[in-house]
């Protein structure tokens, strides 16, 4: 079984959520106001990955209506970023539930 390396998790975990709330312009690294307890973080994640998903649909409704200004190739990139999200967190919430699984076998 392969090790997670629980502090590059929640760096990646934080680097995407600064970008999906940044303009793709600019991107930079997340400011530290603090510590940060796992709970939260993972609840700002979900709550990113969200936005993004209704961003991306919503991009994607406007270029089906034919609105003017919307560009094909953003919402192509939206619409993948967004499902890049989504299995990331789908992966992530698996490697959670693989590890509660073996803190849970352990034995006392």
């Not at 312009?25 to 997340?30: E, F, I, L, R, S």
């Not at 034919?66 to 299995?87: E, F, N």
């Amino acid at each position: 079984m392969s090790t997670i390396d629980v502090n590059n998790l929640l760096a990646q975990m934080r680097q995407m959520t600064a970008q999906v709330r940044m303009p793709e312009t600019a991107v930079q690294a997340p400011a530290s106001s603090g510590p940060s307890d796992f709970s939260s973080l993972l609840k700002q994640s979900i709550a990113a990955v969200g936005n993004s998903q209704m961003q991306a649909g919503q991009m994607a409704a406007s270029f089906e209506r034919g609105d003017p200004g919307a560009d094909l190739g953003r919402t192509m990139i939206a619409v993948q970023k967004a499902d890049l999200s989504l299995r990331t967190m789908v992966a992530v919430q698996g490697k959670l539930v693989d590890a509660y699984k073996d803190v849970m076998n352990m034995s006392v």
